[in-house]
Nanobody, 121 residues
Framework: QVQLVESGGGLVQAGGSLRLSCRASGFISSINAMGWYRQVPGKQRELVGTITHGGRTNYAESVKGRFTISRDNALNTVNLQMNSLKPEDTAVYYC???????????????WGQGTQVTVSP
């Protein structure tokens, strides 16, 4: 069974940095786009950024210039380097990936369990 497991969340002061990582495991044939989303209580989940298999990235305006997404296709991992963090970045961050499982005929959208990021003023 395919799953995404995140790590790296925590508490940091404003202006600090955190790095999130996410690894896809299971019987995987290929992974298309990967990305990160975030959600705060009472609000919809929002895009942070995505990265294609070829490395093309796309970011939300609110994180451009501060956050960087990278991936390692050989290890089935995606990372989110977050710099110059602000209190408004506080949220649960979710890893997302479009995965073709071994023997499958279509991509399936998978989500991680979420990791809390808290930025104190």
């Amino acid at each position: 069974q395919v799953q995404l497991v995140e790590s790296g969340g925590g508490l940091v002061q404003a202006g600090g940095s955190l790095r999130l990582s996410c690894r896809a495991s299971g019987f995987i044939s290929s992974i298309n786009a990967m990305g990160w989303y975030r959600q705060v209580p009472g609000k919809q989940r929002e895009l942070v950024g995505t990265i294609t298999h070829g490395g093309r990235t796309n970011y939300a305006e609110s994180v451009k210039g501060r956050f960087t997404i990278s991936r390692d296709n050989a290890l089935n991992t995606v990372n989110l380097q977050m710099n110059s963090l602000k209190p408004e970045d506080t949220a649960v961050y979710y890893c997302n990936a479009d995965i073709l499982g071994a023997g499958a005929v279509r991509l399936i959208d998978y989500w991680g369990q979420g990791t809390q990021v808290t930025v104190s003023p």
